[in-house]
């Protein structure tokens, strides 16, 4: 089998090769006892939620199974180290956060490869309180505090501060992961999930914020991502490709199906999860189109293309985050995805 470079656009290992793996094993599976699937670990990138809902979906309702795959999901959290695991080759697949941390990867030349974008935009968001003349985006460029992580400080506000002149390093306040100081202060802004920290201000603050959308803004890359290792994706492309096309399915069959046990399952993983979040957050997700839209209206949940990337790419150069010069087309391949799987 003649392995190739990850170039956007072109497989890593020839399409006839894995058509022809993928039919044999998925026509094999309906006859495979349960102990002859193949065994795969992903990781997450936090504590269990909704967010996470499609991968939870497709070990609930036997997706997985039926691509001839035993998944187990290895939840994130604020201890957890599952990037590091796949490196150490602990785990198979990992949900990266944003293609910031595979352009990051590229520069300190870490053999990782995204192979699927769930989510077509980034939950971030910044959110301010209603009735305090905060129409538009760029009005938060008149506000004294933005309470940011520093994470965020570093990539999405350097973006803002290229894209759109005025807004200043003066208003950074670092973000605790409380919403108290934000509630006690009404001219101030706070970043956060849109799926997430707009539910805790209602909650605790009883009303509902004003939410920007960054990704509704231009800032342009995908996020909850499944990433790889390269010599596994080119020495196990047709495994990658069943754990794509099932994660898929999954996706879709949580955002429109019944998808009570996979959120049984989260809240077995996550005891403080609960049923209110998960509702809010599976609302905020089809309402802002994580998930569904962009290139995903064309080529299903998981599309990438290379336009997109690069976009992204040229934005993170622009804003200073990043080093001109690097190859983007090394941090993705759209070999796996892009073709309508699970599309009615």
Known sequence: MKLLKPVSGQPLVSKPVIAALISAVVTAG???PALALDKVKFGTNWLAEPEHGGYYQAVADGTYAKYGLDVTIVPGGPQAANRQLLLADQIDFYMAGDLLGSLSALEQDIPVVEVAAIFQKDPQMLMAHPDTGIEKFTDL???PSIFMGKDGYASYF????????????????????NVAPFLADKNSVQQGYVTSEPFAVETQGGFKPKIFLLADQGWGTYSTLIEAKLPFVQQK???????VDASIIGWYNYLHGDNKAANEAIKKDNPDMTDE???FSLKTMKEFGLVESGDALKGGIGCMTDEHVKTFYDQMVTAGVIKAGGDYKKVFTSQFVCK?????
């Open 30 to 32: 309906m006859a495979m």
């Open 141 to 143: 460029i008149k506000v």
């Open 158 to 177: 350097q973006w803002m501060k290229a894209a759109f002149p005025g807004f200043s390093d003066a208003q950074y306040k670092p973000y605790t992961f």
């Open 237 to 243: 492309p047709e495994l990658v490709q069943r754990f």
């Open 277 to 279: 979040q998960i509702a």
């Open 340 to 344: 309508g799987v699970g599309m009615k």
